[in-house]
């Protein structure tokens, strides 16, 4: 049976939905995670040096090189695994190891990341995860009180989730080491594919949290500039309706704030929908966790909807206001361009109606013109008509006065008709 011809990108595309799987743990056991942020002038960037980073660590270990052009990576470490993630503006490095450390979250466990390496990556960290992972036998009072004195109690968060499956305890703080601490407590019967779901889902739930909230100082910024603008931009409307304002000063300065405006949308305006888009994701990841109450502390969920949600509207609001500030500029620049068309059209008539009357003086200056010319012209005509029938008129006993008299009337009558005809012609 013949095939259709694939399109060049159809195994690509199909592959790329099974490139990145979720770890498989068994508990005990634990994970350091690390996400770096690019410069925002290098955020688009070749993603080759992020790739050669990553080779740099894995040689450290003896271990094999991701494919050419490859944007994940899942290998051995060492003793250890580590999954590697290249996305749009950050890459982010997990490594999985067995066991757990003595002490609990433990700074020393980000030691499989060396010193020198972190020193020459391609960013700045953007968040780095301590994981402790647990087998627990149903004794949730002894979970209350270890995660009462691993985590702040003003801020901790806790929940069952996937239908009781596990535990997970965080506070969202980063500790003195550095790092941000998640604990999760793990029934015997889970699978490890699906305890290896909620650790990765914890990892991203905090890496996009960090990555949205990077749009509240921005829309802190903002907010001062554009209460400036908002504060100019009422002034110039407010002064379109008087008179007396004159029209083309107040549009060079709508059109300065004008191209203010969408300046500040040009350059933040990726960071807003950048944000949008990674909130959705965090609140999708909570979701997916189906958590449920335990022991009457709040969820994850309700951490982010007392704390996170806001700086999230927040940066909704600024982007919203932004962009309405932006049109309310643009319609008042319209309308004032109207009234400076309205302006020159009426200075416009004024010069056609100055125009008009100078040429209709010229006309009658042209015609006072013509009518010298013909008195001139005749002069000339009835000397030359003279000279010509003075011969004639000697024989008929007339002298040269008589003859000009005769002729002057005539001659006078031909020369009006021709200058006549000429300028009808003209015209």
Known sequence: MTQPEDHPLRYELANELHARPFPTLTAPCHAVFLAIKRPEEAASRDKAEDRAHLIKLLDRFGSSHPKEGATHYFGPLGRHRIKWECHTEFVTYTVFADGIMSQPFDGGAFKVFPQDWLAEAPGKRLTSILVRIES????????????????????????RVLDDSAVVATDFRIDPTGHVRFA?????????????????????????????????????????????????????????????????????ALLEVSAELEQMLARHGFRFGATAAYSTIVNQRIEALRETRFHGRQTLGEFMMRRFDPAIRTCESTNVRLEKLAERAKRAGDLLRTRVDVERSAQNQSLLESMDRRADLQLRLQKTVEGLSVVAISYYAVNLVSYLLFPAAEGLGLDKTGLTGLITLPVVGGVWLMVRRIRRSME
């Open 136 to 159: 627990h036998d149903g004794d949730e009072e002894d979970i209350g009180l270890r995660t009462g004195d691993w985590f702040e109690s003003d801020s901790v968060a806790i929940a």
């Open 184 to 252: 999760v407590f793990a029934r015997p019967e889970t699978g490890s594919r699906r305890l290896g779901r909620i650790v990765q889902r914890l990892l991203e739930i905090e890496t996009y949290k960090s990555m949205s909230m990077l749009g509240l100082p921005v829309a802190r910024q903002l907010g001062q500039r554009m209460n400036g603008q908002e504060g100019l931009l009422a002034e110039l409307v407010a002064g379109m309706t008087r008179a007396e304002t004159p029209a083309e000063p107040s549009l060079h």
